[in-house]
């Protein structure tokens, strides 16, 4: 007589050709999101990398901490289980995958949704301004907002349960009768599918707006950025969208299926700071500048090198142009000269004339060495 198998819980029940795209895909997914928003906040905040008005920079920042958020609270864990074969980390990071979740992934949904509104609104009444402190409380009311589905999931008492169908942690507020609901309609409907419908609309408008109105080099870049953001986001969400709504009617949706829609919310964590590098030309010169560096240099040294020829180069420039920018006086001796040979009428020669004339009027250029230490 045989014993009965005893089943982990906490193993994936998903077959390795499954398991290993699916590991590649999180893997790349989750370096390209930890570097690329890092990168995001790290040169904005120091160096102001990103060439928009300071509410577009702000509502940029917002959407990478949140994708950040989201990337170690959702991506990175179940990168992890993929490579132990089930659930490792244990209860204390299951609840925060399967109750904070709620709050990155509305707070990107609602960020690019305020960015769509402002990008509309400045082509609507392109005078009108709003002020720094404004963006800051709209960030904070985005932010507050995005806490109602972890309030509601908590408030109804539901639990941490790991799925291992799907490789992740989730709230038993589905499984309620009366609260998976309220669930549905006010986290899933209000918060994300609502806002995907007014993304696609908004975009839509701006298009129409853009194409009518000659817009500046700036407004267009604007344009540029917010739409492919939307666009990403758009991809990224709608295949989640729509089996929400098979869900909501009851309909059976093949697990893996609904696997792959799931994770195709990853892409919007990592694409969003490549399509800075795209739309956006002095982020793009920065990255290409930091990877350059990688690429070249050899360490530490090589990077206060290149930092004392930048400020060796700077002063060379600063002297070059202080030195142009004077005029040279002329000496009493060739006032002397000049008195004397107009004196005894000898006209001056064109030799005379030319190298008068380029002595003083041709500005001395700084070196190339000087630029390209500069520039380094």
Not at 238 to 248: A, G, H, N, Q
Request: aromatic share 10%; net charge positive.
């Amino acid at each position: 007589m045989t014993s009965p198998t005893t089943i982990d819980p906490l193993a994936l029940s998903l077959p390795t050709y499954h398991v290993i795209p699916l590991w590649i895909y999180c893997f790349f997914i989750t370096i390209l999101s930890f570097v690329g928003n890092s990168t995001v906040l790290y040169s904005s905040l120091r160096y102001d990398s990103i060439k928009l008005d300071r509410i577009s920079v702000l509502l940029v920042r917002n959407l990478a901490a949140a994708d950040l958020i989201y990337t170690g609270l959702v991506v990175f864990p179940i990168l992890v289980t993929y490579s132990a074969g089930g659930w490792v980390l244990g209860d204390g990071w299951c609840w925060a995958m399967s109750q904070l979740t709620f709050i990155p992934g509305t707070v990107n949904t609602l960020t690019v949704l305020t960015i769509t509104l402002y990008r509309l609104k400045i082509l609507i009444s392109p005078f009108s301004q709003i002020s720094l402190t404004s963006g800051r409380v709209l960030v904070g009311l985005v932010w507050l907002t995005s806490l109602l589905g972890t309030i509601l999931s908590l408030s109804y008492g539901s639990a941490s349960k790991f799925s291992p169908t799907a490789a992740r942690c989730n709230s038993t507020i589905y499984r309620d009768p009366a609260g998976g609901l309220v669930f549905l309609v006010v986290a899933t409907g209000l918060l994300i599918i609502l806002p995907v419908f007014s993304i696609t609309l908004g975009n839509i408008f701006i298009g129409v707006i853009a194409l009518n109105r000659s817009t500046s080099a700036s407004r267009t870049k604007g344009i540029a950025t917010v739409s492919a953001l939307s666009g990403l986001f758009i991809v990224s969400w709608t295949p989640l969208v729509i089996f929400t709504f098979f869900r909501i009617r009851r309909m059976a949706v093949p697990s893996f299926l609904d696997l792959l829609a799931f994770h195709c919310i990853f892409l919007n964590t990592a694409g969003n700071p490549v399509l800075y590098t795209m739309t956006n030309r002095r982020f793009g010169e920065y990255v290409r500048g930091c990877a350059a560096r990688l690429l070249c240099c050899r360490g530490s040294r090589r990077s206060q090198a290149g930092e004392s020829r930048r400020r060796i180069g700077l002063k060379l420039t600063i002297a070059a142009s202080s030195t142009t920018s004077a005029p040279t006086a002329p000496s009493s001796t060739a006032f002397a000269a000049a008195s004397s040979t107009t004196s005894a009428h000898t006209a001056p020669s064109s030799t005379a004339f030319a190298a008068a004339s380029s002595t003083t009027s041709a500005p001395t250029a700084p070196s190339s060495t000087a630029l390209a230490a500069a520039s380094c």
